[in-house]
């Protein structure tokens, strides 16, 4: 069943999902909308996984993270009819380039900013002849990693757009280069490496919201002077690790999304415009 399709579930009278229903009502109060969009990484080729994916996203707007060097012209097929999937550039071919001991990252420090710069560039005329029109150039960093000196090289390799995890420092990661972030990930990456208490996801995504409305409240000029109610909340999925809880907890997440006046999806091409 898809998202568009998914009926509002029981689990949204619970106490847990009442205080994300009280959190956008907040937002209704202060006349804004909450917005929320999809980021998925690491794709490469059609699955059973990606499939699942896909009908489960129905018509809500959706960012595909692809890892380049490792992407086929059987995935841009299988994407080519699906209107709704945006592709993005995942790294290059999202190798763990640091040394022994330090976190993992294929754009950090281990090559030089120009040599990354350069194979990132390659790397995006790759995408853009396989996916054409669908591809944006916005970067998603493996492991949401990348170094500081690399950022002013982006905009001059052809990217619009940054996009990686957490909380970000300043609207543009430089000049020309929007970031837009990720904020709630459902995979529990120090264990399990399933889905986490759906209590523990609504409260990130509560204090998340709640943190975006209050900065609104104090100075509209610290967002976006075009997009009136700031950087909207990103959604962070692993089609290839989903299980049954990510994709329930995705499901009630838009239920709530859809059925709240003050809440809503947006797109790739509305978040780093053509």
């Given at each position: 069943?898809?998202?568009?399709?998914?009926?509002?579930?029981?689990?949204?009278?619970?106490?847990?999902?009442?205080?994300?229903?009280?959190?956008?009502?907040?937002?209704?109060?202060?006349?804004?909308?909450?917005?929320?969009?999809?980021?998925?990484?690491?794709?490469?080729?059609?699955?059973?996984?990606?499939?699942?994916?896909?009908?489960?996203?129905?018509?809500?707007?959706?960012?595909?993270?692809?890892?380049?060097?490792?992407?086929?012209?059987?995935?841009?097929?299988?994407?080519?009819?699906?209107?709704?999937?945006?592709?993005?550039?995942?790294?290059?071919?999202?190798?763990?380039?640091?040394?022994?001991?330090?976190?993992?990252?294929?754009?950090?420090?281990?090559?030089?900013?120009?040599?990354?710069?350069?194979?990132?560039?390659?790397?995006?005329?790759?995408?853009?002849?396989?996916?054409?029109?669908?591809?944006?150039?916005?970067?998603?960093?493996?492991?949401?990693?990348?170094?500081?000196?690399?950022?002013?090289?982006?905009?001059?390799?052809?990217?619009?757009?940054?996009?990686?995890?957490?909380?970000?420092?300043?609207?543009?990661?430089?000049?020309?280069?929007?970031?837009?972030?990720?904020?709630?990930?459902?995979?529990?990456?120090?264990?399990?490496?399933?889905?986490?208490?759906?209590?523990?996801?609504?409260?990130?995504?509560?204090?998340?919201?709640?943190?975006?409305?209050?900065?609104?409240?104090?100075?509209?000029?610290?967002?976006?002077?075009?997009?009136?109610?700031?950087?909207?909340?990103?959604?962070?999925?692993h089609h290839l690790l989903d299980d049954a809880g990510t994709e329930r907890f995705?499901?009630?997440?838009?239920?709530?999304?859809?059925?709240?006046?003050?809440?809503?999806?947006?797109?790739?091409?509305?978040?780093?415009?053509?």
């Open positions: 069943m898809s998202l568009s399709a998914h009926p509002v579930a029981p689990s949204l009278g619970t106490s847990i999902w009442a205080r994300l229903e009280a959190e956008l009502d907040a937002w209704a109060a202060a006349g804004h909308t909450a917005r929320f969009w999809w980021r998925d990484d690491d794709a490469t080729e059609p699955t059973a996984a990606l499939d699942r994916l896909l009908a489960l996203a129905g018509t809500v707007p959706l960012a595909l993270a692809v890892i380049p060097d490792r992407s086929t012209g059987q995935l841009a097929r299988r994407l080519g009819n699906a209107g709704n999937v945006t592709v993005l550039q995942h790294g290059i071919a999202h190798l763990n380039l640091a040394p022994p001991g330090a976190k993992k990252a294929e754009l950090g420090t281990a090559r030089t900013a120009t040599m990354l710069a350069n194979a990132l560039g390659t790397a995006r005329r790759r995408l853009e002849a396989l996916f054409g029109p669908q591809f944006r150039p916005v970067l998603v960093p493996p492991w949401n990693r990348i170094a500081d000196d690399l950022l002013p090289l982006l905009p001059l390799a052809g990217f619009v757009g940054l996009s990686t995890a957490g909380p970000r420092r300043t609207i543009e990661a430089a000049p020309g280069l929007r970031q837009v972030n990720t904020h709630i990930d459902p995979v529990d990456w120090h264990g399990t490496r399933r889905c986490r208490p759906v209590a523990d996801l609504v409260d990130e995504t509560v204090r998340a919201l709640a943190e975006r409305r209050l900065a609104l409240a104090e100075d509209r000029s610290a967002e976006e002077p075009l997009r009136e109610d700031g950087e909207p909340i990103g959604l962070l999925t995705t499901a009630d997440l838009a239920a709530m999304i859809r059925q709240h006046p003050s809440a809503a999806w947006t797109g790739v091409r509305e978040i780093w415009p053509p």
